[in-house]
């Protein structure tokens, strides 16, 4: 469908074109009117045409190795998309569904040459959709890798937590049991000898003290445990996430492999065709030499 010059006047990348250029522009490019849900292309696609959004608005998304659907971004009037496969001749980098009815201007490579050449202005506008999508898909990237469970907990420790985590520790080595021993024996020895009698039999501030001890150490371990509940849940995630990556990546090589399986069969059946047709159908006996 061809489109007017008027409509590419609202649109940033047609901007500093004048009107001749944009008349000129507007008998090369096409018009599409995709309805909403329409499927422009799939991720590994090849792809030959840029699109810009003149109404409307369309989604762009990638499957990640989860399988999760990952949304890159919704595009609206005025913006560009599809121009990475148009520029370097590579295969559609995402998905682009048509979210509501929309209108579509095409542009191949031809008529981005014609652009480029009547205003080189457009490229930067061009160079800037680009780097916007680059910095959406590193946002992306720096959120869903798989997370290291020591390092993302260790970002979010508290004084309190750490505290916890080295009296949870200490508490349960054998420096800790000896110190206790000697403390406990020292203080027996002390009370019982007739060196010095702060704390007589059945020795009441000892047991206080050792009370408030185990108080005091039960509280920082079951602070350390819940920390350490947090990371197992975390650990969990990662582990089922790696789990299904792992069980896609051989779904993915079955498939690989029945493809290969089917183009050997193919290849056999053209070979078997190939030397079955060239064998005469009644061959000659060779005659035999008589005696």
């Avoid at 609202?10 to 599409?32: K, N, S, T």
């Avoid at 045409?49 to 989860?66: K, P, Q, Y």
């Amino acid at each position: 469908m061809p489109v007017s010059a008027d409509s590419l006047v609202d649109i940033p990348l047609f901007a500093f074109l004048d009107e001749e250029e944009r008349g000129i522009l507007a008998d090369m490019v096409d018009l599409e009117s995709p309805g909403a849900g329409t499927l422009l292309f799939r991720a590994g696609e090849p792809g030959d045409a840029m699109f810009v959004v003149r109404s409307g608005a369309v989604e762009l998304s990638v499957v990640d190795n989860v399988g999760q659907k990952i949304v890159l971004s919704v595009v609206t009037p005025g913006d560009v998309f599809g121009e990475l496969s148009l520029l370097d001749g590579g295969a559609r980098t995402a998905t682009a569904v048509a979210v509501e009815a929309c209108e579509l201007i095409v542009l191949d490579r031809e008529d981005l040459t014609v652009l480029f050449r009547k205003q080189p202005e457009a490229a930067l506008h061009l160079l800037a959709a680009m780097g916007k999508m680059t910095r959406q898909a590193d946002e992306l990237l720096r959120t869903r890798v798989s997370r290291n469970v020591n390092e993302e907990l260790a970002e979010k420790l508290t004084l309190v937590e750490k505290v916890a985590d080295w009296i949870a520790w200490f508490s349960g080595s054998m420096p800790f049991l000896a110190l206790n021993a000697v403390w406990f024996g020292t203080w027996i020895l002390l009370n019982t000898t007739g060196i010095t009698r702060f704390d007589r039999y059945p020795f009441g501030l000892l047991t206080m003290i050792v009370s408030l001890e185990a108080i005091f150490l039960s509280i920082f371990v079951l602070v350390s445990q819940n920390r350490q509940a947090a990371k197992d849940r975390v650990r969990a995630d990662v582990e089922y996430e790696i789990n299904v990556k792992a069980e896609l990546e051989v779904a993915h090589l079955h498939d690989k492999t029945d493809r290969l399986r089917e183009d050997m069969l193919d290849r056999f059946a053209k070979l078997e065709r190939l030397l079955g047709g060239g064998r005469p159908s009644n061959p000659t006996p060779r005659p035999t030499r008589s005696e």
